[in-house]
């Protein structure tokens, strides 16, 4: 598109999106500059501020803008519970069935030796010492159904039982091979109940 | 995804891209601020220099830097001709043949009355003072061969040939190195209309 530097590194950098190809990232382009600056802006103020601001909470690992997040300064939550997921979009799911009031902890992400992802980066030290507060006597783990959230529950599962904690898993209510944030919430809720 | 302010703007503003739904966005989000702040920074720094500094040129209406883009500037071509594309991308493409060194106007879009799209939109005022230069002396209609590049080529060429000047289109044919055998019956049928 057209001979301009600024451009084509717009289009470059649009590409680095997950899911972005080239073409894509050329329409994303020609459409915001033509037709809505507006939005280019917001985006880049957006991206900017997130930055910025976004840091990881002390005590669960999720994204949040203070040292702790909401869910973990909220002192009405069942503190003898730590359920552990892979994102905050599954933090998200499991929130919306209301049935469950302890609190979390968010791998933000999970095992997966063939994309170089290892204990370190989905916090495990870290999680390893929040679940040694002294007050936490169960951990659900409840991690996707797929074959690396499996490995990443049976690693986790190793470590916890080390401590002398009860380690529970999300019942197979879940539909094997499928991700937790499009599963429907009543099937999510009786997973929770008949958690083993 | 988790209870921040700025992620959930983030969210919002990745969804302001054409193509991108509430779960990309969600995805991309996440994947920027868990593993590539590098990206993220690079974007909306290239978002911010891009809106600052891509005009459209004055003479061809593409995307450019400087008052007019390197095209326009380039005094070996030949001014005697112009040729009326839809996007750079279209540009670029023609450049590509080889067979092409005259100038262009590039429409920047397509009359699209559905999507309230009109002639003030792709400049069509700008078209006729372009044409009127005096050293023209036929404009090629090269906007795509769908019903709404038809209109669009239709609509300039009214308003071209009022002008007195010459006015061509891109002849519908058979693509190289295809068999008849295997080209739809609709190119087959405009390749004998147009046959010279
Ligand atoms: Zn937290
Ligand atoms: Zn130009």
Redesign the interface.
Known sequence: ???????A??V???K????VGIK?A?????????N??A?????????????E??QHCECCH????AEL???CLDLTRDRTLLCVIE???D??AIERTGTYRGLYFVL??KLSPLDGIGPHDIGLAKLKKRVADGVLTEVILATNFTAEGEATAHVISEMIRQQGLKVTRLARGVPAGSELEYVDLGTIAHALVDRR
């Open positions: 598109m057209a001979d301009t530097h600024a451009l590194t717009l470059q950098a649009l680095g999106l997950p899911g894509s050329q329409r994303m382009a020609f459409q915001l500059l033509q809505d600056r939005t280019a802006r917001q985006l880049a103020a957006a991206l900017q501020n997130a930055v601001k976004i999720t994204f949040t803008e997040c909401d869910t994102t905050p979009a933090q998200s933000m992400g």
